[in-house]
C-alpha cells in the first residue's frame, strides 16, 4: 500500500521559512518517480507548486520561483519543499503527489499558514 505522509506544516510570519518533508513508503522504486507538491488554498482550485522527475530538473509555478527549493533524497524515499520568504498568499494546504505512467498517488496534506 503506498502512502505519502507530509510534515513540517505551521504557522509562520510572512518573511519566515518552512521546510516541508513527505516521506513515500510502498512505491516500487522511489527514485523513478515523478515527485511534486501542489497545494489548495481556500475557496480555489489546486495548483502546482513544484515538481521534480526522476532526472533531477525542477519545475515550479512563476509565483514562487526564486523562494521555493524542491529537493529529494532517493535514499530516504523523501522529497522536499522549502520555502523561503514566505507571504499570506502561499497559505494553503500542501500537497505531495508521486506520479509514475499510469501511477498517480496523493499525501493527506499539510497545512501551511503565513499570517503575523
Known amino acids: 500500500q503506498v502512502q505519502l505522509l507530509e510534515s513540517g506544516g505551521g504557522l509562520v510570519q510572512p518573511g519566515g521559512s518552512l521546510r516541508l518533508s513527505c516521506a513515500a513508503s510502498?512505491?516500487?522504486?522511489?527514485?523513478?518517480?515523478?515527485m511534486g507538491w501542489y497545494r489548495q488554498a481556500p475557496g480555489k482550485e489546486r495548483e502546482l507548486v513544484a515538481t521534480?522527475?526522476?532526472?533531477?530538473?525542477?519545475n515550479y509555478v512563476n509565483s514562487v520561483k526564486g523562494r521555493f527549493t524542491i529537493s529529494r533524497d532517493n535514499a530516504k524515499n523523501t522529497v522536499y519543499l522549502q520555502m523561503n520568504s514566505l507571504k499570506p498568499e502561499d497559505t494553503a494546504i500542501y500537497y505531495c503527489?508521486?506520479?509514475?505512467?499510469?501511477?498517480?498517488?496523493w499525501g493527506k496534506g499539510t497545512l501551511v499558514t503565513v499570517s503575523s
Open positions: 503527489n508521486a506520479n509514475l505512467l499510469w501511477q498517480d498517488y
Open positions: 510502498g512505491l516500487s522504486i522511489f527514485s523513478r518517480y515523478r
Open positions: 521534480m522527475p526522476s532526472d533531477g530538473n525542477t
